[in-house]
Structures are given as structure tokens and as C-alpha cells.
């Protein structure tokens, strides 16, 4: 006989112990197989979620994690969000010890209370309970309990059961229950490679991953959310902000986001929008309009957040923003699409996921992303603008939203789009050098270095930096490797048109090189070497990634003084293969001189965990000509 919806409600919400009563939590009761690279272990997780209607959700978790030692404290942390829609039903933590008896208790009251807005978003009203324990001995169990019913259904929490590096899992349990007028859309990935087991009836849905050994971290992976079962929902109706919403298709789904959470946020004062026209009176492109726009959004505002959060995707009124002078990424778009209205210009307030690269899932329609940008469209090819910041160029995205998939929100719907991807050698770094080497091995040196594409991210910056930061910049991270370095003179020229930025510098550095004897010897690569070798693995599980390839061109004169000849110059270098391509020449000039060119291209890529030892390899092999050294011998008078 099938349960009644009200009385599984009672059920999973009502249950007359906790499971950790029930559970030897003992560190004695966990199999060898579960310690083997761990530093913690999830002992049980289970979370049950009841959808009773399109506005009302219901989510119970009950976990216990095992810390095994301090690498793994963050899962003794626990963060529980909530605004006016979700409400924290039961809140409670257990502490154990290594035999399983109870330390302490914590219950809702003892929480800390915080603003989820960090002082900074004045317009989210959402809040935070928040627990941490300090360990006074290891192992000890984590056990918490969260009940929390929320009116915004678009939001429904996605499966992860292995959601950290060197974290066994004992066992995870995962169920949805939904009433028969919803449709559940699920995104299932990764499953093939593990023991997924999973239940599904026509209002149940439910899943179970047991006895998982720790995946072990390694440098360059490609995140757990591409290697390990994930599990992502949606509803074909649900709730959000008050509003009720479908989503049948993008474009029914973003026509409902864009009429419903954006249309109504757009008013500018009407003394704006006369100065945004007088601006722009005359100018005939609308690009050229859109970079007048843009600069007067980057004079005018500040920001003041960083993502978009589940209280807060309706975004602030653009009148707001006008009087204000500062908004978080949703405002500050919504404001700068307002003044391009103005203007006559198109663009489109885009959601995206930024920071870490990862795209609008396309076969999952659901309100995704932790960000917004603006999409001015062309025929050839869309501008993406970045609303956030002062200083970066029009058009200029970086390694913040590049090379991912967005949803663009238009009146006649959502349509999903890809933003620019930068190719290896558009990430171009151009260093040209004259070296001039003294007697006692002192070096001063005139150098000039031109960046684009990812590469112009790392040192655009430096336009704005103050003297002593520009100081500090090329002396302890730049240049580490060049002992008393002394910056004489900078020179920058931030091309924001073409997103160039060019250095010309003056620099001395006393006893450069070293003397053994009558010998001088010098490292020939002065101003770009590379010094990190990716970490060794006896036996690589995990595919790796290169996440940006580059392009650096190195050119140096090297004048070395006339008292001394050169004993030894090292080889020349080639090397291409499936990473990229390495070549450096040594070639004797007139006049006591010496030219040296180097070229490295990096590609970008996801590589089988079969070629990390070649890669690895690969680096080695460019960080050990990096520091190939030339030897003058002092000439007999």
C-alpha cells in the first residue's frame, strides 16, 4: 500500500532518535579499506527531501563525519544559509570521541548568528548560523542534524557524495519525494566508474553510494564534480522570490527570468537617461556608444559582492544604483544594461558560473550560476562585459568567465551562448632585454615586456599599484630569483583599446653573478624562468588538466665585460611535443655580446593520468635549461 504524502512527511521529519544513537561511531568500527588515504570519513549522510507542493520544501539531513587528523577540521564547520523564504526547522551538532561516547551538544541556540551579506550586500537579507569546533585530540566524530523548509523551490540540493579530496564515505543515502503534478528533471553524471545504487517510482526518487575509499588529491584535477557521481535536479514548475515559475524549455525558462526578475528593475531617473543620450549624441556605432557606457559605469559605481545568492536573484533598481553609486554583480549588470537601453544599445543580462570554469548545464533547465555579465551581441562575433570592475578593459573577460557556457535572458527568452576563448598563443607574453654584465658581476638592464589575452590579467594591475607594491611585485614575486634587486625606473602603457599592457624598466642587481675562481658564471635567462615542477605520483589515478595554455617569446642582449672570454656556452634547445614546444639559442655576438631567445608555448588541454609522467617530465626539462648557466673565463693579461 502506497504511504500518504502527509504521513512519509511525519515519518522523516519525526523520527524518535537520531541515527547516531543507532550507529557505532567508534573509530575501531571503521574498515581498513575507509582509512586508506583519508583524513576524514563519512560515516553516514543521509538527506531527505519532501517537495509537498510547487512553493513548499522540506530538506532533513543527518550526517556523521570521522576527522582523523587537522588536514580534515573544515568538516567540523557547519553553515547553515536562511532569509525570509527558508526557515531552520532543527539545528543541532554532536560531538564524539575516538570510542564513541558523546563530548558535547550543541543546540540552535548556541549558534552563531551572522549577516550572510558580510557587511557589504546592504540589499540581501539573508542570514547565517554558523558552528565550528576546535578539536582538543584527534579522531573525534562530527554529527549534525539540519531540518530547514523553504518556500523557493528552485533551488533543490544536488547529490554529491564524495565532495572532498582524501574523504572515504561509509555510506550516503540520497531521496526526493515529489507530488505526481511536478515533473523531477535529474542530471546524472559519473556514475559508471562507481557503485551507485538507484530507486525510482513516479513520486520517488533515491540514491545510495557505500563503502567509497578516499579519492586522493592530486595536483591539477579536473574537481570532483567532473570525476565523481553527480547528481543535479530541477522542477518543470517551481517557486522563486514569490514568483512562480516553468521551466519547460531555455527559452520559456529565461522569457520567465527576464519578465519576471529584471523587466521591472530597469527605471533609470529621467535627468540620467537625458546625460546617457547627450553622451552618446552623435556617435554613430553602437560599440562606440557601448565603450561610452561602460566607462561612465566604471567612473560612476563600485562593487560591493561577489555572487549571486539564494535570497537575492532579483536584482537591486537601477534607479537605486544611480543615486547609490555601488551594487553587488546582479545590480550592477542590470544598471549598465539600463544606461546601454539608453544609449540604443542591445545587450542582454547573462548568467554564468565564474572563477572556476564550469558551464550552464545545457540538459538540466534550472536556475544555475553564481554570477551575471552583460552580452552586447554582433554578427561576427559577442562582446561579453564585465560590470563589476573598474579597471577592466571593454570586452575583457580574463580567466574569470572565459571560455564557458551562459544563458542569455532576452524578452523572447533564454538562449544559451559560449563566451570567448582565449587560444594558447593569444595568451602572449613578449620580454625583449638589454643586459649589460660589469666585472664584478653586477647587472643592469633595461627591459621591456608586452602581455595580452590571459596573460594581460597578471600585470594590468600594476598601472594602480602604489610605488612600494610595484616595488615588492618584481622583487619578491616576479623576479625572487634575483638577489638584491633594485628597481630604478618603471614605466607603464595600458592599452585598453587592443588590451596590451606594456612595462618598460630599469633595474640593477649587485653581484649577479657568481666567481669560482678566475670563472664567472651567470644564469642567461634573467627575466622569465620557469621554477615550478608539477609534484611527482608513483602511480597517477586522475586525469589531469592544463586549464589556460600561453605563449612567451624571450629575447635578451647580453653584454659581458671585456676582460673576460666565454669558456662554455650551453646547447641550443628544441623540444615539441603533445604540452606545447620549448626552444632556446645561444648565439655569439661581436663585441663581447651575446643574443639569447627563448620560446615556450603551453597548451591548453585534459589529459589521461597515463601522460602526467611526460608532462611532468616536460616542465622539468624547461625549468632545468631555465637555469642553464654560461661561463666566462677571466682573459691573462
Known sequence: MKVPFFLFLVLIFHSPQSKAQETDLS??????????????????????????????MLIETRSAITVLNKFADKASELVINYDKNTRIKNLKVIVYDARGNKLLTVNKSKFNDYSAADGMSLFNDG??????????????????????????????PHWQPINAYNQSVQQNN???????????QTLENQFDAFDVVKNNTETEISYQLKNNSAVRHEEMNLGLHKTTPTVRFGLNKFHLEGYDGSANSWKDFGQWMNNNLIRSRSDLPEATVQKIQQLVNGVEDPIERAKIVYEYVQKKTRYISVQVG????MPMLASEVDRLGYGDCKALTNYTKALMDAADVESYYTAV?????????????????NHVILNIPQPDKDIWLECTSQSVPFGYLGSFTDDRRVLVLKPEGGELKNTKTYADHENKQVTSATINIDQHGGLNGVVNILSKGIQYEDHYFLEKATERDIASYYKDRYWPYINNLTLENYE?????DS????????????NYASFSGARMLFNLNTFNRVSNIPKRYTNRKQAFEITHGYYDIDTYTIRYPATFEIEGIPSNVSIENQFGSYRMNIEKLPNHQLKFTRELILRAGQFNAEVYDTYRNFRRTIVKHDKAKIALLKSTP
Open 27 to 56: 573509530v575501531t568500527a571503521i574498515t581498513p579499506k575507509l582509512l586508506k588515504n583519508a583524513n576524514s570519513i563519512v560515516r553516514f549522510k543521509d538527506t531527505k527531501i519532501a517537495i509537498k507542493h510547487q512553493k513548499n
Open 127 to 156: 542570514r547565517l548560523k554558523y558552528y565550528r569546533y576546535v578539536p582538543t585530540s584527534y579522531p573525534y566524530t562530527f554529527y549534525y542534524e539540519v531540518e530547514i523548509e523553504s518556500e523557493n523551490t528552485a533551488f533543490i
Open 174 to 184: 540520497f531521496s526526493i519525494q515529489y507530488p505526481s503534478d511536478l515533473t523531477l
Open 310 to 313: 539564494i535570497g537575492g536573484w
Open 353 to 369: 558560473y565564474a572563477n572556476n570554469k564550469r558551464d550552464i548545464e545545457k540538459e538540466l533547465i534550472s536556475v544555475q550560476g
Open 492 to 496: 607603464f602603457n595600458n592599452d585598453r
Open 499 to 510: 588590451i596590451l599592457f606594456k612595462e618598460n624598466l630599469t633595474i640593477k642587481a649587485p
